[in-house]
């Protein structure tokens, strides 16, 4: 069984920046890995995707503020938030999947961490 086990998540002010991993138990190289988040009292939405061979998607409503990418050989992959705004405030899960490619709006995903809390305080 994979593990993915996601770090980083804190409290920030208002325009502080914060970088989340991902820690996978096996080569995530092999998968479509990606981030999602649930804010309190909504659904899950995806966030940021990135392939086998490192290109990376952004959803449009966090492009230019997130980034996503992987650290290879130590099987992480990172979002790295910037600009941080109260309505990032969720809790952020990484996901992967054995496929090519997974649509950031469909979560029927393979694996799934347990999640990392970011509260961002104005």
């Known amino acids: 069984q994979v593990r993915l086990t996601e770090t980083g998540g804190k409290s920030v002010r208002e325009g502080e920046s914060l970088t989340l991993s991902c820690s996978a138990s096996?080569?995530?190289?092999?998968?479509?890995m990606g981030w999602f988040r649930r804010a309190p009292g909504k659904g899950l939405e995806g966030v940021a995707g990135i392939e086998r061979d490192g290109t990376p998607r952004v959803q449009d409503f966090v492009k230019g503020r997130f980034t996503i990418s992987k650290d290879k050989p130590r099987n992480i992959i990172f979002l790295h938030m910037s600009s941080l705004k109260p309505e990032d405030t969720a809790v952020y899960y990484c996901?992967?999947?054995?496929?090519?490619?997974?649509?950031?709006?469909?979560?029927?995903?393979?694996?799934w961490g347990q999640g990392t809390q970011v509260t961002v305080s104005s």
């Open positions: 096996e080569s995530a190289d092999v998968w479509y």
């Open positions: 996901a992967g999947d054995r496929a090519s490619y997974r649509s950031l709006d469909n979560h029927d995903w393979d694996f």
